[in-house]
């Protein structure tokens, strides 16, 4: 399974897109698991993003 996340600022906001490529043996517990991990990394983003904001 490979998992793609792609975070861009656009003049209309700020665009997150998730696209997934499965393989054959993926489960759902995978799937979860991935998207799990991925809303972990887009959390961290937010805060890193927010942190810069406050200090620039």
Same mark, same amino acid.
């Given at each position: 399974?490979? =998992?793609? *996340?792609? #975070?861009?600022?656009? &003049? %209309?906001?700020?665009?997150?897109?998730?696209? /997934? %490529? =499965?393989? $054959?043996?993926?489960?759902?517990? $995978? @799937? #979860? !698991?991935? =998207? &799990?991990?991925? @809303?972990?990394? #887009? /959390?961290? !983003?937010?805060?890193? #993003?927010? $942190?810069? !904001? *406050?200090? $620039?």
């Amino acid at each position: 399974m490979k =998992l793609t *996340i792609t #975070i861009t600022n656009t &003049s %209309e906001g700020w665009n997150v897109q998730a696209t /997934e %490529e =499965l393989q $054959d043996d993926t489960t759902f517990t $995978d @799937r #979860i !698991a991935a =998207l &799990s991990f991925a @809303r972990n990394v #887009i /959390e961290k !983003a937010e805060k890193k #993003i927010l $942190d810069k !904001a *406050i200090n $620039d």
